[in-house]
T-cell receptor, first 113, second 116 residues
Framework: TQLLEQSPQFLSIQEGENLTVYCNSS?????LQWYRQEPGEGPVLLVT?????EVKKLKRLTFQFGDARKDSSLHITAAQPGDTGLYLC?????????????FGKGTKLSVKP | NAGVMQNPRHLVRRRGQEARLRCSPM?????VYWYRQLPEEGLKFMVY????????ESGMPKERFSAEFPKEGPSILRIQQVVRGDSAAYFC??????????????FGSGTQLSVL
């Protein structure tokens, strides 16, 4: 069974701090996606990474896919209260239907003003 | 351009009743996916459908659960004889295509099912 482990589970920081959250697996994924989910809403796609070692930036967010395509990280610079939410990583696997994503349990981030 | 629409947002059922969850994909999307999210758990894939076809139902429980995506109208996830363990948030997602590592899924706001 393929699993994605996310850490930390919970993170509470002050506005302006930097943070990194991790997504790890023993399995290789063909792609990895990061989503943000707010209470009572569905996940919203932030980024997709597909190449080992790939780095993508989205304003203050930096996403990295591990060289071996087994892990990923999300780094947020100068966090703001608007960054508060549940961050989910999801892996797509070779040979499977693309919509059959494996999701981690998420990191619940709280940014206090 | 409306996003993925799910209704109802909240559904309360008593044990043994049937639950019907509806999902209208984004305009132009012909691929629909259903996921279930239990409290403190990640989203779990249930089923992937195209118009009139079930492509992958590897995540669907073998009994009581069924899904369809007819030629006209929304996709329906149907749960018969609900039990308390079915209480969860059910999310629908859609995409314009069903293949490719870069395929983007657009999620609806979910239906929160509560079984009394």
């Amino acid at each position: 069974t393929q699993l994605l482990e996310q850490s930390p589970q919970f993170l509470s920081i002050q506005e302006g701090e930097n943070l990194t959250v991790y997504c790890n697996s023993s399995s290789v994924f063909s792609s990895l996606q990061w989503y943000r989910q707010e209470p009572g809403e569905g996940p919203v796609l932030l980024v997709t990474v597909v190449t080992g070692g790939e780095v993508k930036k989205l304003k203050r967010l930096t996403f990295q896919f591990g060289d071996a395509r087994k892990d990923s990280s999300l780094h947020i610079t100068a966090a703001q209260p608007g960054d508060t939410g549940l961050y989910l990583c999801a892996g797509g696997h070779y040979g499977g239907s693309q919509g059959n994503l494996i999701f981690g349990k998420g990191t619940k981030l709280s940014v206090k003003p | 351009n409306a996003g993925v629409m799910q209704n109802p947002r909240h559904l309360v059922r008593r044990r043994g009743q049937e639950a019907r969850l509806r999902c209208s994909p984004m305009k132009g999307h012909s691929h629909v996916y259903w996921y279930r999210q239990l409290p403190e758990e990640g989203l779990k894939f249930m089923v992937y459908l195209q118009k009139e076809n079930i492509i992958d139902e590897s995540g669907m429980p073998k009994e009581r659960f069924s899904a369809e995506f007819p030629k006209e109208g929304p996709s329906i996830l149907r749960i018969q004889q609900v039990v308390r363990g079915d209480s969860a948030a059910y999310f629908c997602a859609s995409s314009p295509r069903g293949t490719g590592a870069n395929e983007k899924l657009f999620f609806g706001s979910g239906t929160q099912l509560s079984v009394l």
